[in-house]
């Protein structure tokens, strides 16, 4: 196989050549430059944690949702059957701390 091209032509792709050599080390170097590679981190991590809280909203909005219909009907009423035994559980839990503390403080 011979080369056809003339001495202005092997010169031309070797200005051509040397100019995508320089751009490509000039992108290099701005892809290794530390504010670059710092910044790079920087945008994995924030990605990761916006994944992250947003699984938990998703993940915390179910679960209020779940507990939400426990107690109260698709048409928004309470579901008395469930409110009221809460309740009194909680009105309990209230009145056995109130006791404990007056008991501890004589």
Known sequence: MSDTRTPAQI???IVRRREQ???MLDEIGVRMHPKTVIGDAKAK?????DRTAGRAFVAVNRAVSDLKAQFVTDEGAPRLERVVPVAVVAVGLVGLLAVSARRRRA
């Not at 991590?45 to 944690?49: I, T």
């Open 11 to 13: 010169e031309a792709d």
């Open 21 to 23: 050599l320089a751009e």
């Open 45 to 49: 991590v924030a990605s990761s944690v």
